[in-house]
């Protein structure tokens, strides 16, 4: 099953909004969740059009999607010590490797938007902990974690955040990177379905 697409926060959604697609793959059976998304890198390594492969991220939206009555698909205080499955990181490195595609590893921060950061935002957040910043995932994959389902993401480092020379970021630039990436993406993770 495959999105086009998703709901995010800042366009409105309520967080059950957000997530109520995950909800629907968990009940027709969904094992796995490949996620995606562009993102803003703070990681001083990090170039424009990088994939980032998410390792951890950080919750700061301003509401949970487990809020309220809890789903019986888990727990009421449900672990995220392994979020992003590590067995599915190893696989997307091996074959990074064999392909000779660039990649790299990091924490994603999801925030909610819509505004992109100030440059004391960029810093505070690499401070925090985040390699890189965005506007989504974040709820889906505590969604998908809290049902039992693994997860393995990627982000493409489509703008440049918190460094001594602050830099202009547009919606256009980051559609324009994000599609110069997709190829790269696609490839890592069309092989990682055939191989699992
Ligand atoms: N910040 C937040 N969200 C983003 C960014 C960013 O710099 N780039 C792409 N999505």
Redesign the pocket.
Known sequence: MAMEGRFHFYEGYGMKEVTFPIRVMYELGITTLFVS?????MNPEFRIGDLMIITDHINMFPEHPLRGHNFPTGPRFPDMHEAYDHKLVALADEIAKEKNIRVMHGVYMG?Q?PT??TPAE?RMYHKMGADA???STVPEVIVARHSGIKVFGVSVI??L?GFDVPVK?SHEE?QEAANAAQPRMTEIMREMIKRS
């Open positions: 998304n562009a993102s803003g890198g925030v938007g992109f950061e960029y910043v965005g506007m489509t703008d955040g970021v980051v």
